[in-house]
Nanobody, 127 residues
């Protein structure tokens, strides 16, 4: 079992920055790929960014490429999402998720690939 807890959400003005953190506990964090998803009101949950468990491979949705950066600190069992140049359309609940893989470079981009989910943290971007 892996538990993940997100922190760092809040209210920010358009053009501002936020950094979300996801602390993982339980089994060996190094064998888990991680992802950030978001769900805006009235919309389906979507992938924002994902990272392999070796930290060397990442993937981003087109809407955040060049603005968001996902990273992980295996020593701290933490994954980060650095968000810059935020836009009102980035407003959503952001979820952290984890999934197991024996492949160090695997990047999971579908929800069904993730076994463990956090409760989410609200990000609101005002115009």
């Amino acid at each position: 079992q892996v538990q993940v807890v997100e922190t760092g959400g809040g209210l920010v003005q358009s053009g501002g920055s936020l950094r979300l953190s996801c602390a993982a506990s339980g089994r060996t964090f190094s064998n888990y790929y991680m992802g950030w998803f978001r769900q805006a009101p009235g919309k389906e949950r979507e992938l924002v960014a994902a990272i392999s468990w070796n930290g060397l491979n990442t993937d981003y949705s087109d809407s955040v490429k060049g603005r968001f950066t996902i990273s992980r600190d295996s020593a701290e069992n933490t994954v980060y999402l650095q968000m810059s140049n935020l836009k009102p359309e980035d407003t959503a609940v952001y979820y952290c998720a984890a999934g197991y893989s024996a492949a160090a470079r695997w990047v999971a981009t579908f929800e069904v690939e993730y076994e463990y989910w956090g409760q989410g943290t609200q990000v609101t971007v005002s115009s």
